[in-house]
């Protein structure tokens, strides 16, 4: 009769580690996966890949949609600033960046940006990426992906916005 006591404090432990290990090390696990794929397609780190429109069995982004071009890059900031640049297309149009954790720490769109070009410094701290006016970023981990996603609003404007989103570029300082 006193044995289930125990069993019952052994099940509370075990499912507390379990839970724990799946909240704070799932997002962990899912990053690396993600991040290894777009480096190993880019060639490494602080590269872009440019991935062919999506298509129902493409799952390399969670939930991709057909009407987007996507841009991606894994970027490095441990050794030294990243310069995220690309041109801003007239039509939707953003840059997001995610940490290590799956956390997204910035976004800019279309709206927000007031000229057809952007340059961002992606840093691990203010000092390190000050340079030339250029807005720095601080990254909260110094591994991470920037998604750069433009619109295809119409077939017969594809080629042009295509074009714009390959000059999109993620090269250490």
């Not at 987007?68 to 801003?88: F, Q």
Request: charge should be positive; include cysteine.
């Amino acid at each position: 009769m006193k044995t289930w006591p125990m069993w019952a404090a052994g099940t509370i432990a075990l499912v507390a580690v379990f839970h724990t290990l799946t909240v704070f090390g799932l997002p962990y696990g899912i990053m690396n996966r993600a991040m290894a794929g777009i480096a190993s397609q880019a060639g490494g780190v602080n590269k872009p890949v440019y991935p062919d429109r999506p298509s129902a069995e493409a799952r390399g982004i969670v939930r991709p949609s057909p009407d987007l071009l996507y841009t991606a890059c894994v970027y490095d900031v441990s050794a030294r600033p990243v310069k995220l640049t690309s041109p801003v297309p007239d039509t939707y149009w953003s840059l997001s960046t995610f940490a290590s954790n799956t956390d997204n720490f910035f976004v800019v769109n279309d709206r927000q940006v007031k000229t057809d070009r952007i340059e961002i410094i992606l840093a691990s701290s203010e000092e390190a990426g000050s340079n030339k006016g250029i807005p720095v970023i601080v990254a909260p981990s110094s591994k991470g992906i920037v998604l750069f996603r433009s619109l295809v609003p119409s077939e017969d404007l594809r080629a042009e916005i295509d074009t714009k989103r390959r000059q999109a570029n993620c090269e250490p300082l």
